[in-house]
């Protein structure tokens, strides 16, 4: 039974297009997460909601936005793909937002841009 | 300016042995410090972790040692097994402001030979 489950897996797209990522955590936890894992194995955060409510938006193109609509979910839509938006994005959860909690990690989405 | 760093990017040990894997930092403001474990093709799941004020925290095969002044911190495995293969992030974060906004290293990747 996944704890963190992102969909799709894979996602290869063209240049130019518009596409969603979706994650869902069924450990009742209050705090979701989106990383970037860059072609350096870079981990590095981008968005946090606490209770649907956004409370960390790193410096992220305005491409990029994060949609919770409840707490057990929170998906990921890029407008207008470019090339060097090609990386593993993994979406986490945490019980809440204190820090030193850990967060539990979803499995990825490796996002190909052509 | 990357604020967690692992110099290492690779490390063998033979089975049985003794893993040391170490972390550095930057920011004194950080108060927490976790251990991730990453395989291929998965996310990366926590191992464990060890607050600032305290110095030492054992799970098991697995010790996270801290020392502040020198913003350094270790993680070791003992005994080493074939399984314990992966790459291991280290990561922290800082109470106030964003919280539990993790900040990971590059990893290390972990070769445990039979």
């Known amino acids: 039974d996944t704890a963190v489950s992102q969909t799709p897996k894979y996602l290869v797209t063209q240049m130019g297009n518009d596409k969603s990522i979706k994650c869902e955590q069924n450990l009742g936890h209050d705090t979701m997460y989106w990383y970037k894992q860059d072609s350096k194995k870079f981990l590095k955060i981008m968005f946090s909601?606490?209770?649907?409510?956004?409370?960390i938006n790193e410096t992220v193109p305005n491409r990029f936005s994060p949609k919770s609509p409840d707490k057990a979910h929170l998906n990921l839509h890029i407008n207008s793909l470019e090339l060097g938006d090609s990386a593993v994005y993994f979406c986490?959860?945490?019980?809440?937002?204190?820090?030193?909690?850990?967060?539990?990690f979803g499995d990825g989405t490796r996002l190909s841009i052509l | 300016d990357q604020q967690v760093k692992q110099n290492s990017p690779s490390l063998s040990v033979q089975e049985g042995r003794i893993s040391i894997l170490n972390c550095d930092y930057t920011n004194s403001m950080f108060d927490y410090f976790l251990w991730y474990k990453k395989y291929p093709a998965e996310g990366p799941t926590f191992l464990i972790s060890i607050s600032s004020i305290k110095d030492k925290n054992e799970d098991g095969r697995f010790t996270v040692f801290l020392n502040k002044s020198a913003k350094h911190l270790s993680l070791h495995i003992v005994p080493s097994q074939p399984g314990d293969s992966a790459v291991y992030f280290c990561a922290a974060s800082a109470e106030g402001g964003a919280t539990n906004k993790l900040i990971f290293g590059t990893g290390t990747l972990l070769a445990v030979q039979p």
């Open positions: 909601y606490n209770n649907k409510e956004l409370i």
């Open positions: 986490a959860s945490s019980q809440v937002f204190t820090a030193g909690q850990p967060q539990h």
